[in-house]
């Protein structure tokens, strides 16, 4: 059983910058799929941004060039450094993987950005 450990939300100012952690249990290297969603209030759940084995990114379209995905295969981590945050960033992320076609999720972060 893989499991999945976001830390570092919070509140923060917006305009002000956060950097989200997720800590695997297993190898992110061999991950077919993983990534950073989000739960915003009245929404439902939905892409954030995602990073491929060749590191390749994808990212919605409300966080482009404000939001970074990363990954460190050696540590099993992957990062999202957000940004120029808006109160409209503000949710539970929630950073999901899938091994062997399984897809796993952590239990999320809360981050908070005031006006």
């Known amino acids: 059983q893989v499991q999945l450990v976001e830390s570092g939300g919070g509140l923060v100012q917006a305009g002000g910058s956060l950097r989200l952690s997720c800590s695997a249990s297993?190898?992110?290297?061999?991950?077919?799929?993983i990534g950073w969603y989000r739960h915003t209030p009245g929404n439902q759940r939905e892409l954030v941004a995602r990073?491929?084995?060749?590191?390749?990114?994808e990212y919605a379209d409300s966080v482009k060039g404000r939001f970074t995905i990363s990954r460190d295969n050696i540590k099993n981590t992957l990062y999202l450094q957000m940004n120029s945050v808006k109160p409209d960033d503000t949710g539970v992320y929630y950073c999901?993987?899938?091994?062997?076609?399984?897809?796993?999720w952590g239990q999320g972060t809360q981050v908070t950005v005031s006006s």
């Open positions: 999901s993987a899938a091994w062997e076609r399984i897809d796993y």
């Open positions: 297993g190898s992110i290297s061999s991950a077919i799929r």
């Open positions: 990073i491929s084995r060749s590191s390749g990114t």
